[in-house]
């Protein structure tokens, strides 16, 4: 398994333009999970790092150096900062795969292009939105504008660490605001990395601050400073919970969270191609090892097609080798670290327990190599009652739960606390949109796995979200305030 000690990275945080050690002098060992071996030491932020960060965002917000300049201008150093992270691509997607346990080719591949993407298209919408004018009668003029919202904190995952926070970095920088970022303790290099290259761009000192830390060290600091007008949050239900806690008990700050999911790939009566689909609900199930917040996870199948669809999803293991996430025929990497490979031990046992059936799968593999690998599991027979029908497990796991009409497959597939994604699979075109229409989720897929492109909003339902949109235009409504100018004409 790889192990990257040699290699030099940047650890500390980013604050006003500068790398600083935190004040502490604390640090938090960062490690491989393919190995279990350290790869570097990180800078731990807490609440003074987080306060210095606020107060240079801030400085930068009022003095208007980012805030107030021509959308246009903004645009020209965002599209800058995208080239820089095309350029270094290749180192990117090292960090996160080492970090985050990532297969190579999935962060070479997808996370990487859709990261420059996502700050390509942001710089260029910006200059293109336009505000509104109220319909008055000849006696006054409603202005209806958009303003930046003015210092965002940025709470990301481990999961996608450089897309999730191009997600927030992209649209709120655009916007005009100020921000800190406070990337997951799991995986702070590749975002430390993004404040470096943003800052190259011409990304003013102050604009865009990253202080790694821990959840309750910087992560709660940010949520309850008073001088912090948003914050956006990517990660679980559990945790986003407490932002809202954090803002009740402080300024009252706006909150967007985007949560988990337990999200249904619902197989009708008449299916396309099975192997189509078989192939599909794999890789819903089993892109990023599980650990994806859309992941498929569950599987409800009309029995007609039932049986064989399990045959084929077994078969189709085959394309999902486990390995070194360095190795570019990867495609299910290590769980990122060693609780949450016993969390999802625990759930595959409970399913066990529970009286589910393992097709396939079930047990921890390549031991040897000190990571925290577990085979791709199907269970078969899985009621909604069972905790791995109920629960976001965030691993290589996925339930099976036959329906035998319409009605019962919606009512099993709503059946959930979550509602970020699900995916329909039938060859009736009025059965698409009506399904569609009565699934409770966010985005919703007709024959494939798809949380759609960067033009398009995401974000949940119920217990997945909260508060806005991430991608899309609607992005923008979680980064701007709107201000009414009216003017009385005489
Ligand atoms: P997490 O909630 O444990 O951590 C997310 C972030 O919050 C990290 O930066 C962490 O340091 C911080 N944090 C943790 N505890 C905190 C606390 N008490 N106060 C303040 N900050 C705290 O989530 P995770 O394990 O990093 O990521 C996995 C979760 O993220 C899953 O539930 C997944 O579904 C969700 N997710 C959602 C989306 C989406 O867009 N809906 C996308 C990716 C991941």
């Known amino acids: 398994m790889t192990n990257a000690t040699s290699t030099s990275f940047r650890t500390q945080a980013f604050i006003d333009g500068a790398f600083r050690d935190a004040q502490s002098g604390e640090t938090f060992v960062s490690e491989n999970p393919a190995s279990g071996r350290p790869i570097t030491s990180v800078a731990c932020g807490d609440t003074a790092d987080i306060d210095l960060a606020v107060k240079a965002a801030r400085r930068a917000f009022e003095d208007g150096r980012w805030s107030r300049r021509s959308p246009t201008s903004r645009k020209t150093i965002l599209l800058r900062f995208a080239d820089l992270i095309e350029a270094n691509s290749e180192e990117l997607a090292t960090l996160d795969a080492l970090e985050g346990g990532k297969p ?13 993407k996502t700050v390509r ?20 003029l409603g202005l209806i504008i958009r303003e930046p919202i003015g210092v965002v904190g940025a709470v990301v995952p481990w999961n996608f660490p450089i897309l999730m926070a191009a997600w927030k970095i992209a649209p709120a920088l655009a916007s005009g605001n100020s921000m800190v970022v406070k990337p997951s303790r799991l995986t702070s290099l590749s975002a430390i990395r993004l404040a470096e290259l943003a800052s190259a761009a011409g990304v003013p ?18 949520g309850r400073h008073m001088d912090v007008d948003k914050v956006t949050f990517t990660g679980s239900t559990e945790v986003g919970r407490e932002f809202l806690h954090y803002a009740a008990e402080s300024n009252l700050k706006e909150v967007t969270l985007e949560l988990g999911g337990k999200s249904p790939s619902l197989v009708l009566a008449g299916p396309p191609d099975l192997a189509i689909v078989a192939e599909q609900v794999l890789f819903a199930a089993l892109v990023n090892q599980g ?5 498929g996870s569950r599987l409800i199948v009309h029995r007609s097609v039932h049986e064989e669809l399990v045959e084929r999803l077994a078969a189709g293991l085959a394309e999902w080798p486990v390995g070194d996430p360095m190795d570019p025929a990867t495609r299910i990497g290590p769980m990122i670290e060693r609780p949450h490979l016993d969390k999802v031990m625990g759930y595959i ?15 921890q593999v390549l031991e040897s190599s000190g990571g925290y690998f577990v085979a791709p599991t199907i269970f078969d027979g899985v009621t909604n009652s069972m905790s791995i029908a ?3 497990i965030f691993g290589p796991v996925l339930s099976t739960i036959p329906f035998d009409d319409e009605a019962e497959g919606i009512r099993l597939a709503n059946e959930t606390s979550y509602g970020l994604a699900a995916s329909i699979y039938t060859t009736d075109l ?9 699934l409770r989720a966010g985005v919703i897929g007709v024959n494939a796995y798809s949380e759609g492109d960067i033009t398009t909003p995401f974000g949940g339902y119920k217990q997945s979200g909260f508060g806005g949109r991430d991608k899309g235009l609607e992005a923008f409504d ?6 009414t100018i009216w003017v009385t004409l005489r």
């Open 205 to 222: 000192d102050g604009v865009l601050n990253v202080v790694p830390g821990t959840g309750a060290g910087a992560g709660q600091a940010l």
């Open 104 to 116: 190579i080719t999935d962060c070479r591949d997808i996370d990487l292009p859709d990261t420059i």
């Open 478 to 483: 979680q980064y701007t305030e709107k201000k």
């Open 349 to 363: 046992a409970r399913g066990r327990a529970e009286g589910a059936r393992v097709v396939t799968g079930g047990e």
């Open 291 to 295: 650990e994806n917040c859309s992941s």
């Open 121 to 140: 298209w942001y710089a260029e919408a910006i200059d293109k939105v336009f505000d509104a004018v109220a319909p008055t009668g000849p006696d006054a």
């Open 390 to 392: 109920r629960d976001e």
């Open 430 to 438: 009025d059965a698409a949109f009506r399904v569609s229409r009565a």
